[in-house]
């Protein structure tokens, strides 16, 4: 069957209701045909936990951030990685007994400041409806190394944490109780937007009230060595400049560790019981842009229309969006292909939306990258504050969108996007609406540019 001629012109909510108007013929079934969106009740974002390479908590990151400070350095002496991954972006978080697996150690972290945050009271909230989905993880391979075709030395670390990919997910529910539905992933670097996004879906389809969701990152010999056989690794002689998304001399992205775990929840539940409310999660949706498992395809048609169908689900226009956290990672691919699907599905409206990636100063955290930049965008919402991309000294022609260079940008939006791109073909976009209304916990409060 021959593949359908997509339009040139931007996609819109005007092109989507005017393309299903046309006659069904077997081709264009081919195309998403009138997908209607219900409107439910509102999820919203009532608790952010968040720790990366800029700091240990929530604030601290954000702030950092904001700076434009990055969190890349040498890893010189790190155990099991290869030698000749010399640069990344390390997270520190104390393990709970010698030898936990590090991955699950800071999703402990990130959880018990996002309940924190929430002000949650589990005495009073009924835990058969609040769910946990937390990614998938890698295990304690650092064995194969020293003993390669050997059964595994004696560890501290406990069997099922070195190879159940769920046992994070497991061990944060089970340490708060929650005995709601349990989602474990594994989408590549969507991972955890996608996450937070089933979990969204979840609570409107009725599954449970409240949910606490997202993803973490700790570094893996395995990864690294598998990203260095593709060449997809950044090189420079001063750290902190190697991760340079949309700069002409870009050359990969640095790896980086970290966790985001959100409280999520039906808005009459946060309501109830006085929550402070950051944002509405407006519209999530997910996407394969079926090409290659590495390779994305160059005409972006699935990425735009992701982003346009995302927009008309939240029932925004293109004008009304106001930041974009991009995925960025700072290969010579993606950021091509992710600037032209953005213009694509915007038009004209992408001169004016500024965008960043965050990557430039907290590295690529792969299966925590959607999690982990979804809270700062949560934070830049908060606060009437685009972060920078750093590191952006030359632009690459190719990559023409306001990607705000060097030095973060005060700037009040009511809506933002935020879009994971991943190997496998995975997409994941989030529309985030601003909550002005009662329980806002996002005042625009009068702060200096950073």
Partial sequence: MRKPDWPKDPISATFLADWNR????EERMLLPTGEKYERREPVVITGIGLIASLGADRETVWRR???GQSGVRSLAGLPDMPESISIGAPATVEPEFPGQLKSISLNLHAAA??????????????????ACAISGHMGDAGWFFEQPGRSPRPSAIPWWQQWFPNTACVTVANRFGLRGPRFCHSAACASGLVEVLLAAHSIQDGQCDIALAGSAEAFDPLFAAGFQAMRVLAHHDDPRQASRPFDSRRSGFVMGEGAALFVIERLSHALRRGARIYAEIAAGKMHTDAH?????????????????????????ATSDLGYIN????????????????????????ADRICMSSTKSMLGHLVSAAGSVELAVTTLAMRDGFAPPTTNLTDPDPECDLDCIPLVGRATKFEHALKLSVAFGGHM?????????????AAGWAERKAA
């Fill in 65 to 67: 951030v904001r700076e």
């Fill in 428 to 440: 994941a976009a989030a529309v985030l609406r601003r909550w002005s209304a009662t329980g806002s």
């Fill in 22 to 25: 046309l006659p069904k013929s």
């Fill in 292 to 316: 290659h498992i590495t390779g994305m395809n160059t005409d972006s048609e699935t990425l735009a229309y992701l982003i346009a169908s995302s927009l008309n689900k939240a029932g925004i």
């Fill in 113 to 130: 400041e996002a309940m924190e945050d929430s002000g949650i009271d589990l005495a009073t909230v009924d835990l058969d409806r609040f």
């Fill in 326 to 349: 991009a995925h960025g990672t700072g290969t010579l691919q993606n950021d091509v292909v992710e600037t032209r699907g953005i213009r694509r599905a915007l038009g004209h409206a």
